[in-house]
């Protein structure tokens, strides 16, 4: 069994800055890729960033220069640095893993719960 879990969400100000983490752990035998996608209300979601196994990234253009992607911590958790946060950053941000499980012989997707980030003054 994967769980992907996601922590540092919260309240922050226009401006400010927020990290999120998201940490896999179970029966994982490898991991192609990891992103953030982010739902705000009555809205569709979206992709945010993606990070595959050789560090090549991906950003979405509303995030490109204000948000970075990385996996340079621990193993098998992926960060997400949001810096100059605007209010329509707000929303639910996923992290999401495309990986292979010791009990499968395929990859497929994996998600977390989710994490609330809302940005207001």
């Known amino acids: 069994q994967v769980q992907l879990v996601e922590s540092g969400g919260g309240l922050v100000q226009p401006g400010g800055s927020l990290r999120l983490s998201c940490a896999a752990s179970?029966?994982?035998?490898?991991?192609?890729?990891m992103a953030w996608y982010r739902q705000a209300p009555g809205k569709q979601r979206e992709l945010v960033a993606t990070?595959?196994?050789?560090?090549?990234?991906h950003y979405a253009d509303s995030v490109k220069g204000r948000f970075t992607i990385s996996r340079d911590g621990a193993p098998n958790t992926v960060y997400l640095q949001m810096n100059s946060l605007k209010p329509e950053d707000t929303a639910v941000y996923y992290c999401?893993?495309?990986?292979?499980?010791?009990?499968?012989?395929?990859?497929?997707?994996?998600w977390g719960r989710g994490t609330q980030v809302t940005v207001s003054s």
């Open positions: 990070i595959t196994g050789s560090s090549s990234t």
């Open positions: 179970g029966s994982i035998f490898s991991i192609a890729e």
């Open positions: 999401k893993s495309v990986l292979k499980a010791t009990t499968t012989p395929f990859l497929r997707d994996y």
